[in-house]
């Protein structure tokens, strides 16, 4: 098996990736049902190309292999870079008993797969945050990933990502990357960090800077700036606010709306960035315009009937993608859009959506306009309960309170799809991500405001980018010597 997999690999192996195979190989002959893999690796280290030539060699034995990542986008880019077909978790591990709008049907499903291994990549963004009124299944999602597959028949998991990134909103590290949290399953867990950088790092200064924020991570440097090295490299560049508007014009024209990303510390930030873009680089003068990008950010259950999303693993969807519900984090163009109204102190219109993630699946909907320039990642609690009364408010023929209840859970409304622009995002909502032009604006930052947290944000937003970084009004304080004399030259 380690040699089909050095053979499918392609490239000449570092010790740390022969390593690797050997362990993926024994793993794989492992015995005891009970064991998992965990493969973290710093960006550029080869762990893509690793998991590719291992999804290569287990097809090719006829052996089942199941790709998953925690978002549409994450699973999007995993697809392409193994040629296999790839899933969201969520949409994989979780069934919806009887559609009724109502989240609280999205329970566990049953892993009906014999001796399959199920790989996870951005395992980083795996949360296990439980709370009460969870969507879907117990609310912990890597609780119900590892039931999910160790109940199936001789299947097992491995687990793949990079601990230097983001974790997810509301937890301290990534416990799925986390061995004692792994171990408390009672699992057997076999790991390797791969710390090698494959491409010379002379090559590519994105790479270079990531692995220095990596080391600043390791040995607890983290709270002076980051001195970012510039010179001599082609794909990480400081750009001045008023060279901005024509870098993202070309950007724009060179990878077009899906291949440029503006990434932020903020909302309010990002908010500032979609207004700027929609003016006067993309010339769309209306609030919402046919070929606009936009992200959803609540999860929604309704416009997204099961019938019509088809079943997992649909013929046709290059990326293997399908979806029962649209998801917060999904990006969509809009195709049509009619009927703007006001109705409940609320702006509504309908639209035509088509998800790119997802084979480009088209779904008619009603939006909610008012979330399009909020400062509030999406409608405020109070926001929310507003709506909810005047909704209820709506259906005084029914007397009953579960009767109202259900109409008010049906209501078009009530369930209106909460979007944002997507020309620029948080760097939670890019996580997972990749893009061939990635902006990078840090906004105001002072010394006291340095954690690891900072560098981790630094660190993913830089390594979004596969093509070129734009660091934009970049103080002088975060550049080494060097970079600061190529300002002044």
């Known amino acids: ?104 049907d999205f329970l566990q499903g049953v892993n009906l797969m014999h001796h399959t291994l199920f790989i996870v990549d951005e395992a980083s963004m795996i949360a296990n945050a439980g709370g009460g009124g969870a969507a879907f299944g117990s609310g912990c999602l890597l609780d119900d990933l590892i039931q999910y597959v160790y109940s199936g028949e001789g299947c097992r998991l491995m687990l793949v990502g990079d601990t230097a990134q983001l974790p997810p909103v509301g937890e301290e590290e990534s416990p799925a990357l986390a061995t004692e949290v792994l171990e408390g399953y009672g699992l057997q867990v076999s790991e390797l960090t791969l710390t090698e950088v494959v491409r010379q790092l002379e090559d590519s200064g994105i790479l270079w800077n990531a692995t220095q924020l990596r080391r600043m991570l390791a040995e607890d440097e983290v709270y002076a700036f980051p001195q970012l090295h510039l010179k001599g490299f082609a794909d990480i560049v400081r750009l001045p606010g008023s060279e901005l508007i024509e870098a993202l014009e070309q950007a724009y024209y060179q990878c077009g709306k899906d291949g440029t990303i503006v990434v932020t510390r903020s909302n309010t930030r990002a908010n500032v960035y979609n207004k700027g873009i929609r003016a006067r680089i993309l010339d769309y003068d209306s609030e919402l315009c046919s070929g606009d990008q936009v992200i959803v950010v609540k999860n929604n259950y309704h416009w997204l009937k099961p019938e019509e999303a088809g079943a997992p693993g649909a013929q046709g969807a290059p990326s293997g993608q399908t979806t029962s519900f649209i998801a917060n984090g999904d990006v969509a163009v809009v195709r049509r859009l009619r009927a703007e109204r006001e109705v409940h102190g609320f702006r509504f219109a309908d639209i035509l959506l088509s998800f790119p993630d997802y084979d480009d699946l088209e779904v008619e909907a009603t939006a909610l306009l008012d979330t399009l320039q909020s400062e509030a990642p999406a409608l405020t609690r109070q926001q929310q309960e507003v709506l909810f009364q005047h909704v209820w408010d709506d ?79 970049w103080p002088r304080q975060e550049l080494d010597s060097e970079s600061q004399q190529l300002m002044d030259d």
């Open 1 to 104: 098996m380690r040699g089909l997999i050095l053979k499918n690999f392609g490239f000449r192996p570092t010790k740390e990736q022969e390593i690797a195979t050997e362990m993926m190989s024994d793993f794989l002959f492992q015995r005891n049902a009970d064991s998992i893999f965990v493969l973290r690796g710093y960006a550029g280290t080869g762990k893509t190309s690793l998991v590719g030539a291992l999804v290569r060699s287990l097809v090719q034995l006829k052996q089942q292999v199941v790709l998953m990542a925690p978002t549409g986008r994450a699973a999007k880019v995993f697809a392409q870079h193994a040629a296999h077909p790839a899933y969201t978790i969520h949409r994989r591990i979780y069934r919806q008993k009887a559609f009724t709008g109502d989240m609280s």
């Open 395 to 473: 259906y005084p023929e029914l007397t009953t309170k579960r009767d109202r209840m259900k109409a008010v859970k049906e209501d078009p409304y009530f369930n209106a799809l909460q979007i944002k622009y997507a020309y620029a995002v948080t760097c939670h909502k890019a996580q997972g991500g990749q893009w061939e032009r990635v902006f990078v604006d840090q906004g105001y930052l002072t010394e006291d405001m340095l954690s690891p947290d900072y560098f981790r944000w630094l660190y993913t937003a830089l390594t979004r980018a596969t093509d070129r970084v734009y660091l934009v009004n």
